[in-house]
């Protein structure tokens, strides 16, 4: 079982639809959560981080954490094309300096 | 604010050639630095980690190195480049400590293709 989980995609959603990533990771221990965006060519880029459970909103997006289910989520509302990317799911232990990613998961959002 | 640099941007490198990357970490003091390798279509895998000047840890056996001889400067070396080794090497730093906080930032990366 990887440690960090994520359907490889690639997830298609027209322009204006939402588009739901997920994520689910094996470590119980895991307290830090992050949602990275990498553009095609380019280096990845922190867009959220979560680490309560409950949902977390930042403008069109929306972080959701499970930590019973071990489960979490990425919802990017009013999808644009220019959301067309991969999205990294991290996650991270209380203690100890690594943080996990996973695969990502490939989003293209049609215009 | 921080800023992260890597360079160079992009390497093409014949077979048994050295290679040295570097990355430096403007605007922070004692960070934690990090290095991984991405191979096309795949995800990040951590190469090398550190948490002070000349403390490295090692994830993956290979014939790479790294170094850090100034807090903010990290390197990443080889003496003897393998076709294996290509791909996308990003850089990337966060704040110091073991706390369930921080998050990493990433540098623009090296693209390095060996022939």
């Known amino acids: 079982q990887k440690e960090v989980e994520q359907n490889s995609g690639p997830l298609s959603v027209p322009e204006g639809a939402i588009a739901s990533l997920n994520c689910t990771y094996s470590d119980r221990g895991s307290q830090s959560f992050f949602w990275y965006r990498q553009y095609s060519g380019k280096s990845p880029e922190l867009i959220m981080s979560i680490y309560s459970n409950g949902d977390k909103e930042d403008g069109r997006f929306t972080a959701q954490l499970n930590k019973a289910s071990q489960y979490v989520s990425l919802l990017i509302r009013d999808s644009q094309p220019s959301d067309s990317a991969t999205y990294l799911c991290?996650?991270?232990?209380?203690?100890?300096?690594?943080?996990?990613f996973g695969a990502g998961t490939r989003l293209f959002v049609k215009a | 604010s921080q800023t992260i640099h890597q360079w160079p941007a992009t390497l093409v490198q014949p077979v048994g050639s050295p290679l040295s990357l570097e990355c430096t970490v403007e605007g922070t003091s004692n960070p934690n630095l990090y290095w991984y390798r991405q191979a096309a279509g795949r995800g990040l895998q951590l190469l090398f980690y550190s948490v002070g000047i000349g403390q490295i840890s090692s994830e993956v056996p290979q014939n790479l190195s790294a170094s850090r001889p100034q807090d903010r400067q990290f390197i990443l070396s080889s003496k003897k480049l393998l076709l294996s080794d290509s791909g996308f090497y990003l850089c990337?730093?966060?704040?110091?400590?073991?706390?369930?906080?921080?998050?990493?930032?990433f540098g623009p990366g090296t693209r390095l293709t060996v022939t």
């Open positions: 990337a730093w966060r704040t110091s400590g073991t706390s369930g906080v921080g998050e990493q930032y």
């Open positions: 991290a996650v991270k232990r209380g203690g100890g300096f690594k943080t996990i």
